[in-house]
């Protein structure tokens, strides 16, 4: 095998000089600007300062089509992942071939200008079955390719101005060369990166100082911070927690350094890229675990790819990506010898206790606020996780009532909110249809656009609750399923969400007519009423559903407040 040592020489940015920057920054105020998405930032800030190269700016259309159907670009090179612009067919429209076109962050400030050479429309479903390895939306980067990126893709070599602004963590922020430069410093010659998006537990500081042993190398802990898996651990609290392993590491052989990557759940493609990225930043050696990237389940409940499909493509290329991988033994707890021990090693094992909690074991002892032991993690990393991931009886949560109009949802939400109020430990909001129609959705009315941009705005402000660990309960008509289901999404990113339909008939309604609305809709003095002149999906798979005929309110409340202790969110 060949001698690998770290590549100390500066690689190529794509930076021009401050002086420059500062003429271009002028002169772009003239040009088309683009504002980048999310994903975009990322992608621009590795092809600045050098984490995506060879490339020089983003695919045009001939390097695009190499990559999505053997990985390269047309030059020959090996590049696995397709770094595209893609923009809305109205933007496309606007553009010429050959035009300069500013690249601007969410805020408007003026990142790179991009020379447009290329502008066509990707057949997505071919790049989803080629890279990602199915036309499935379950998959993170499918979805986001089909539901959230735009039709044209825009190709051309970029200019960078300057770096997109970190507010957070500045100190653990390294370009490559940055990076380089550090090795050279300590003259580490040798380098395993330890690529990750989760908290690291005592399973991964094990097998990294068994890499970092077994290569003779330095550590890199690399975590990406950019975009990972949706539902992740926020990067912040991952940060806190990596900060506090590494004090467990011997400071002088081991770094940890944040990596803006936006990942795309690519699995083996995605270990390739991820080793071609590692290099650049300096590294020798690259850690390829047990489903690298993998982006969980298919619509069909399976796996995407196979187990080891991704350090089989890095085997494959190893050579080209220059990065030796040191594939990942799965690290599991040995009760009799108290320490971790790769799985596939173990010789005894019927006569010892084999320990190993999984991931998502893991979430769920946070969520129930169970033990987790310390042979599993560190004390300070379990303390940030659950600071973070309160257990559900600490969380935020949305209760949403839905039925038609004098069901008894106010009544019932209002009951609710009382018992809520007297078990105390967190805020109650009640956001009644009425309050809110007054409050927030004065200038609404009952068309289907108004009702679902009333619905839309309960829904935000409820996530907002949830988000900050108080309790929301909603109590609006709420007619059309798919919105509740938008809504529910919303929430769900923070809390649970408790849908309780408020089933009382159509008949019941209009027979007990509270306000004497349903006279006036009969009478068709008003337009549009639910139930009468207006549709109500009735929720199919609501978390509860209420009969109101012929039930005390104080019985309905209890039933909401016995199903949310049934979930855990309230202590009995
Ligand atoms: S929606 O569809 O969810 O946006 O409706 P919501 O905000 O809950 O408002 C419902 C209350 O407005 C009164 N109202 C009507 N309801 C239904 N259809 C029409 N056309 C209508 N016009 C006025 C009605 O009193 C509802 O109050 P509740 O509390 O539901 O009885």
Redesign the pocket.
Known sequence: TKLMQSNFAPIPELFVSYESAQKLKVEAADLTSHDLTPRQICDLELLMNGGFNPLKGFLSEEDYNGVVENMRLADGSLWPMPITLDVSEDFAESVEIGQDIALRDQEGVILATMTVTDRWEPNKAREAEKVFGADDDAHPAVNYLHNQAGKIYLGGPVVGIQQPVHYDFKARRDTPNELRAYFRKMGWHKVVAFQTRNPLHRAHQELTFRAAREAEANLLIHPVVGMTKPGDVDHFTRVRCYEAVLDQYPASTTNMSLLNLAMRMAGPREAVWHGLIRKNHGCTHFIVGRDHAGPGKNSAGEDFYGPYDAQDLFRTHEEEIGLKMVDFKHMVYVQERAQYEPNDEIEDRDNVTILNISGTELRRRLAEGLEIPEWFSFPEVVAELRKTKPPRSKQGFTVFF??????G??TIANALMVKLMEMGGRPVTLL???I??KNL?SE???SKE???L??RR?GYVASEITKNGGIAIC??????ATTRRAVREDIEQFGAFVEVHVATSIEECERRD??G?YKL?REGK?????????PYNVPENPELRLETENTEVDHCAHQVILKLESMGLIKA
């Open positions: 839905t039925g038609f109009s004098g069901s949802k106010s009644d249809g009425d809110v129609r959705s609404l009315g009952f108004h009702r679902d009333n619905i309960i109590a609006p008509i709420a007619p059309y509270r306000k609305l809709a008003i337009k549009e009423f639910t139930g009468i002149s207006d």
